[in-house]
């Protein structure tokens, strides 16, 4: 038996003994098998992972989309990158990156503390891990530390750059580097700015460049557009009707199955977990993972079942408030969509003229909610049933699931090649793995002509206006 899973073929794990599964998923993570983005990490193979990581949604760690890593942190595939002829070159390189791994917003440690206190205070049984909550564990968030970078975040971005280093050598270079040709753009928020620092210290130690100081800009404009768009900050962000799938998700009986089973297993009456309790609960099993790398006892209020339907709960809040829910959503990353083709040209410009491609590589760093709107926007992992309420069965298949596509220091890089004879092409990876642009999936290796992909992209870069479509009232349009 086989199955087809995105662009992956692979042998059912229901007919292999346990060992050759794992190493088969492990072999297609490595060779970059896993572009349908379905090679999770076997939790068995390794204790100190949750049996439910995968389901972490926008707090989860980068090696559980990519599981070779947690062998080898530094580890790359260039096999990946096969452009259609020998003498394609790379002439331009742009990476869009989230930010590392962080600590919990203030918001969410105070759901957390008062989940710690209800279990220290009134779970009663004798199970060794509630015990170990109880007994051994303490509160160790405090609401200072509101969403800032941690340790293994400084470490996700100087890795990630390294990563990028080795698997595009001539572009993220020590010349390009101290020639200024590299440019950071960051958001203002401290996590970002700490990332962009982070990625620059990955390559300055890397090349052990202690002479020369790399600068970077800061651009809320570009990278917190979101703050910026009037129209989704009034019909969306401000808006709880906006969400009201969201809502009724978690008043349903999936939701409140959920609760109840954790209800049970802290011997506690039913009343007295809410879905905030439930949400906080599954937070101290992520950010326990995520900062930590430790496989907590908070995730033992969790089985499989229940981490999807977490999962599900924060994919549809992230599906109307990021991505297809309202068309404001992805148009708010006009003014992105255009930074990012006006380097795209700028640099084909250049390079047509004979002159050097000044600016060879850009490095944005931002927030997941920079990246799923561009996604959006670009068409990417859009599902043919949009996400409700009440379809929660039918999405267990879905595309959308933001575990798999912006974990920390997710990034999304396009990488634009001369292959000779006015041949341009262009590459989008998505986390180091190749992804096709919707529209232009039979070209050879994820690598279409850039003029196939402005011709896909023909009525968002003739439109697609910032100002115009962030415009709280907007003039009706004509005919």
Same mark, same amino acid.
């Given at each position: ?72 942190? *530094? !580890? /790359?595939?260039? $096999?990946? #990158?096969? &452009? ?11 990476? %869009? ?62 890795? *990630? !750059? /390294?990563?990028? $280093?080795? #698997?595009? &050598? ?11 040709? %590299? ?297």
């Amino acid at each position: 038996m086989c199955i087809w899973i995105g662009h992956s073929f692979l042998l059912s794990p229901d007919i292999m003994t346990a060992p050759v599964w794992k190493v088969i998923v492990r072999f297609a993570a490595v060779f970059g098998l896993c572009a349908g983005f379905r090679c999770d990490v076997v939790a068995e193979e390794n204790p100190n992972i949750p049996a439910i990581a995968n389901y972490f949604t926008t707090k989860g760690r980068y090696e559980e989309v990519n599981p070779h890593l947690i062998d080898d942190i *530094l !580890a /790359v595939n260039s $096999s990946i #990158l096969q &452009p259609p002829s020998a003498q394609c070159r790379i002439i331009h390189l742009t990476a %869009i990156v989230r930010h590392g791994t962080r600590y919990p917003t203030g918001k969410n440690i105070k759901k957390m503390h008062d989940f710690y206190e209800l279990v220290k205070s009134s779970a009663v049984g004798r199970e060794s891990w509630l015990q170990e909550l109880q007994n051994q564990w303490t509160m160790w968030y405090t609401e200072d530390m509101d969403g800032r970078l941690v340790q293994k975040g400084v470490d996700d971005l100087k890795n *990630l !750059a /390294v990563r990028l $280093s080795k #698997l595009f &050598p001539s572009m993220i270079s020590e010349e390009k580097l101290r020639a200024g040709m %590299i440019k950071f753009i960051t958001s203002s928020k401290h996590r970002c700015v700490n990332s962009t620092l982070s990625f620059k210290a990955g390559l300055t130690e890397l090349w052990a460049i202690s002479d020369q100081e790399i600068e970077h800009t800061v651009n809320d404009a570009l990278m917190r557009f979101f703050d910026q768009c009037t129209r989704f900050v009034q019909e969306v962000d401000g808006n709880p009707s906006a969400l009201s799938e969201v809502e009724s998700f978690r008043l349903g009986p999936e939701m409140r199955r959920v609760q109840e089973k954790i209800a049970e297993r802290l011997g506690v009456p039913y009343s007295d977990i809410t879905c905030d309790s439930a949400e906080a609960a599954f937070y101290l099993c992520a950010y326990e993972f995520a900062i930590k790398t430790v496989n907590s006892p908070w995730c033992r209020l969790f089985d499989q079942v229940d981490a999807q339907i977490m999962e599900y709960a924060n994919d549809l809040k992230q599906f109307w408030k990021r991505g297809y829910g309202h068309d404001i959503n992805s148009k708010s990353s006009c003014i992105l969509f255009h930074d990012l083709f006006s380097r795209l040209e700028k640099a084909v410009s250049d390079h047509k003229s004979g002159q050097k491609v000044t600016e060879a590589v850009t490095v944005q760093v931002g927030h997941a909610e920079t990246l799923l709107p561009l996604l959006t926007l670009l068409g990417f992992f859009k599902d043919n049933n949009r996400m409700t309420s009440v379809n929660y069965a039918a999405q267990t298949r879905r595309s959308f699931r933001t575990s798999l596509i912006v974990p920390y220091a997710a990034n999304l890089v396009l990488v634009l090649y001369d292959c000779g004879n006015d041949d341009l092409r262009l590459q989008p990876l998505l986390n180091e793995k190749p992804v096709d642009f919707p529209g232009l999936t039979t070209q050879k290796a994820s690598m279409p002509r850039f003029q196939d992909v402005k011709e896909l992209y023909r009525e968002l870069l003739q439109g697609c206006d910032f100002e115009s479509e962030c415009r709280l009232f907007r003039a009706p349009a004509e005919g």
